[in-house]
Antibody, heavy 122, light 108 residues
């Protein structure tokens, strides 16, 4: 069974940093590209970042470019999101999500974690 | 950046009725990269449709997707109680994924 479990969320002050983790199981993690998506309270979904299976391709949404860094450790079967210079508008549930295909960049996201809440407030 | 606009914002229907959800793109989208998701309150999104018309694993055949270019549709042929949720379309272009703002399907 595919499982994605996010951790690392919490309360942080504006300007602070946080590192999210996503532990994967039930599939060959090293073959799949991964993504981070967030959802502000009561709002819709916002894609944040993509990383290919071998970390050779990395993309970011403009809203987080230069502040957030995606990475992965295939040996530890984990995905990460380093978030710096956090703002109130970064308050959201953060999900990791797996690409459906191992071959196609831009494919849909077929498995999602349950999310971890990040609150940016003083 | 391609903007996806979903309509209506809210759809009020009774169980057994047909639901038709629209997703319109600001520019042409490759059907390969158009997906639909269902999200229930307090839960993570679930993939329903990928490639505009292919059902994801385990998705009932009452869900279908269609469309091309700038106009895409998700149809639920007969609403079941478990189908009341928010639905999002998603597209990929170059190096960016975007989601529509969502359509809420509620019980009438």
């Amino acid at each position: 069974e595919v499982q994605l479990v996010e951790s690392g969320g919490g309360l942080v002050q504006p300007g602070g940093s946080l590192r999210l983790s996503c532990a994967a199981s039930g599939f060959t993690f090293s073959r799949y590209s991964m993504n981070w998506v967030r959802q502000a309270p009561g709002k819709g979904l916002e894609w944040l970042s993509y990383i290919s299976s071998s970390s050779t391709l990395i993309y970011y949404a403009d809203s987080v470019k230069g502040r957030f860094t995606i990475s992965r450790d295939n040996a530890k079967i984990s995905l990460y999101l380093q978030m710096n210079s956090l703002r109130a508008e970064d308050t959201a549930v953060y999900y990791c999500a797996r690409d459906r295909s191992t071959m196609l960049v831009g494919d849909a996201f077929d498995f999602w974690g349950q999310g971890t809440m990040v609150t940016v407030s003083s | 950046e391609i903007v996806l606009t979903q309509s209506p914002g809210t759809l009020s229907l009774s169980p057994g009725e047909r639901a038709t959800l629209s997703c319109r793109a600001s520019q042409s989208v490759s059907s390969t990269y158009l997906a639909w998701y269902q999200q229930k309150s307090g839960q993570a999104p679930r993939l329903l449709i990928y490639g505009a018309s292919s059902r994801a694993t385990g998705i009932p055949d009452r869900f279908s997707g269609s469309g091309s270019g700038t106009d895409f549709t998700l149809t639920i042929s007969r609403l079941e109680p478990e189908d009341y949720a928010v639905y999002y379309c998603q597209q990929f272009d170059t190096s960016l994924w975007t989601f529509g703002q969502g359509t809420k399907v509620e019980i009438k």
